[in-house]
């Protein structure tokens, strides 16, 4: 049995286009894509704050993560703090870095598409000092499983 969706409650803002809500792009999508509420041009080496006109306010226990999209990345376009938290407490627009790799520019249209967000439990936990003993196999770090 699939549980009922949580609800995150969100509000347009009035001084932007109004954009699609959050949605799936395909029932299989993990995540809910966003999408742009100006038109920007993405410099190289330059990160642009792109407007959502969203805020959002999520359940109690939950937070939110904003990721980039994949075919973006393609075309040079990264998000700069992927995967971007949004607090529980967090009140205001919603916005994506990105910025563009490659020379030239990269233009976002209103509604584009620019990165996906995700609704996430919010565990609890208590932070204890202690000694932790090594796994030999992973002590390593970056790169320690040889792949």
Known sequence: MVPAPRR????????????PLPARAT???AAFDLAAAE??????????LV???LRMRCPPGTFLEVRPR???????VLMVN??????SDYSGEVKVPLTYLFEGSYRIEVGD???????VEDHAAEWIEGTVA???SRAGGFGSTGR
């Open 82 to 87: 992927a995967p971007g938290t949004i607090d």
């Open 70 to 76: 994949s075919g973006l990345s393609t075309k040079g």
């Open 113 to 119: 598409r620019i990165g996906q967000i995700r609704l």
């Open 27 to 29: 029932e299989g999508s």
């Open 39 to 48: 038109a920007v041009v993405l410099e190289r080496g330059h990160v642009t």
């Open 8 to 19: 995150v409650v969100v509000e347009r803002l009035p001084d932007v286009p109004a954009v």
């Open 134 to 136: 090594p796994m030999a």
């Open 51 to 53: 407007r959502t006109g």
